[in-house]
């Protein structure tokens, strides 16, 4: 199979580079009309802030990677692009690098199932463009397979791996609902933001927030349809919540124990989450020894988010396995379009269907008529598939697997259901 | 069909253990593939057991409450099955090896120890004893089932502050969801405890003539009772929550199983029935 694919990705180039490469939803209509003839007969290019790539069939047989390093190289000329940030794969170390990357085991951030959507609407586009093919039409319904196999079979993209999600995952560990909770979030700076979000996300019940300048919490709070508690009189407020996060970069404490202590007595001792993911921190880290109080830090949100690393790194064989058995499924359909063994198919499914129907006829012919019956079916359909045989000998006897033909097999298969039809099978 | 019963009496220890083992294993390795094989094979124990119990009752002629170890054998059943009826209804699986744990001492002790009573004394052929009975094992895998969860309970809020986020943490629902199951437990255990004492101080004088308030294991329940009556009220109030209900539900349960092995393994009362 002559499937070609290049890929900058966070192995092979620094994050600038990367962010240069960078390719919006119309570059990369642009780029694929351009790559379309010129370099490509179908493919598909998948940008995400980690990679830039390229998959497709060469129009011609001197379509080579150096050709399309050249042509990414040429359209990013002002960026320090070089071969060696380019990674390179033909045949079926080309569809297993698909495999790996939409199974989210060539991720930066192993198991991240966003890749899985991402591919997806790559090839959305590729479609609507007319990129798509016979052959990468079944290229990615085989990456579709793998991307979901390694999310039901494996724990791939179980547990939290980053902070804030770590967050959530820690406060789920203590309330069973989060909607009918309500939290604060004070600093409203990036991460208080993302904090923000994704509890508005996780569906809290009750969202606040309180930030030092009044007018940028303002802003965040129309933005996520939430309350704002001025700064100055927030800890008059404490005690309505059950989740604080703080996130602000103070450079001391906000939070005392007596704080918290005092808030704890007027919640009649009802649970309460204080996440501190300031550095340096806003909550004094002692009010983790009053009953009830849940504190953490970055560091223990930290330690969550290593071992469901490590975890999903022991994934990765089970990941691999999948991905060996779905290139095996993929060649084994791949080579059967090779025409030999579509001849034989072929001829196998119309035997097979002459032989039942003579089978279930035959009590309606006396058996000097039966020799006759088989003589002349078999004659039928030797008339039948001559024509379609000669035809696909032609293209056996030339001896090359050209997309066209592979294209022309595979419609066949499909017309006569040959691959979900297996006549052995139907015999016993 | 004595030997049927003799031989379901050996093979159950071996089902509640070999379950066990597919719940612990499960537990430490947390496989999907494993999660539905576990519950059938907690399904077939029961199956077994309950085939037990009724041949049992169909051949000696009694249901098997006449004396410790057949009442031991009716509450390993109890208790493993209301954790099965617990998992169905609340999809929760992680729980179970620390459950079915209990239901593998009462069976094993039964196993070992039971002999075959065909006669019994006729008080123990009563209506009411039966009803005194059941609602007191059901009461008393009530309140197993809610030191379990209060244990678990107690385990997941020392894993959480003291951020060692271990199979504990992994494994187990919520602190509240944990909470919750450790309450309703107890107030199940509560009402059918509280049942069984009214038929028990109604009955029980005109029943046995040696009949005696001190009797220690009446003493025993009624303890647990008050104790259980007492955390369920605060908690119900709003007064008391978490920590204090779960170790109250514990002390509860370990008063529960002192009482039951004093009255019966020393012989001090006529609760014992040996």
Known sequence: MNLLAVSINHHTAPVELREALYLGSEDVKNLVSEAKGKLFSEGLVICTCNRTEFYGIPVDKNTSYFDVQNFVIDKKSSHKISPEHFQSFMSREAVKHLFKVISGIDSLLIGDNQIFKQVKDSFIVAEEMSFTGFLMKRVFDSATIVGKRAITETEISEGAVTVSYAAVQLIEKIFSTLNKKSALVIGTGETGEIAAKHLRDRGIGRLALTNRSFDKAEKLAADLNTAVFPFANFKEHLHKFDIIISATSAPDLILTKDDIKKAMKKRNGASMVLMDIAIPRDIDPETKNIDYVFYHDIDSLNIIVEQNLSKRKSEIPKVEKIIEEELDNFFNWYNSLQAAPTIKNLRDYFETIRAEEVDKNKNKFSDDDREKLEIVTKRIINKILHHPTIELRKSAESGENTPESATRLGILRELFGIDNHKPDEEKK | ?274
């Open chain 2, 1 to 274: 069909m004595i030997s049927f019963i003799d031989f379901l009496n050996i093979l159950l220890p071996f089902l509640y253990v070999i379950t066990f083992g597919i719940y612990s294993y499960d537990f430490m390795k947390g496989r999907k593939e494993l999660a539905n094989y576990k519950r059938l094979f907690l399904f077939i124990t029961l199956l077994f057991h309950a085939i037990y119990l009724i041949t049992r009752t169909l051949y000696f002629g009694h249901p098997p409450i006449t004396n410790v170890f057949e009442i031991f054998a009716v509450l390993a059943f109890a208790i493993a099955f209301s954790y099965f009826v617990l998992e169905l209804v609340t999809d929760i699986r992680g729980t179970g090896p620390f459950i079915i744990i209990i239901s593998i001492l009462f069976q094993v002790i039964s196993s070992i120890e039971i002999e075959h009573i065909v006669a019994v004394k006729d008080v123990l052929k009563s209506n009411l004893l039966g009803i005194h009975v059941f609602s007191a094992l059901v009461g008393y895998s009530g309140i197993t089932i809610s030191a379990v969860y209060g244990f678990l309970y107690l385990m997941l809020y020392k894993e959480i502050k003291l951020n060692q986020f271990g199979l504990i943490f992994n494994r187990m629902p919520n602190l509240e969801i944990l909470e919750k199951l450790s309450f309703s437990s107890a107030i199940i255990g509560f009402a059918l405890l509280t049942i069984a004492i009214i038929i028990g101080i109604i009955w029980l004088p005109q029943a046995f003539p040696d009949f005696s308030y001190a009797d220690p294991k009446l003493i025993g329940t009624s303890i647990v009772w008050i104790l259980y009556g007492i955390g369920i009220t605060a908690k119900l109030l709003g007064k008391w929550r978490g920590k204090k209900v779960v170790i109250l539900s514990i002390v509860g349960f370990v008063i529960a199983i002192l009482s039951t092995m004093l009255t019966n393994f020393l012989s001090l009362s006529f609760h014992s029935f040996y």
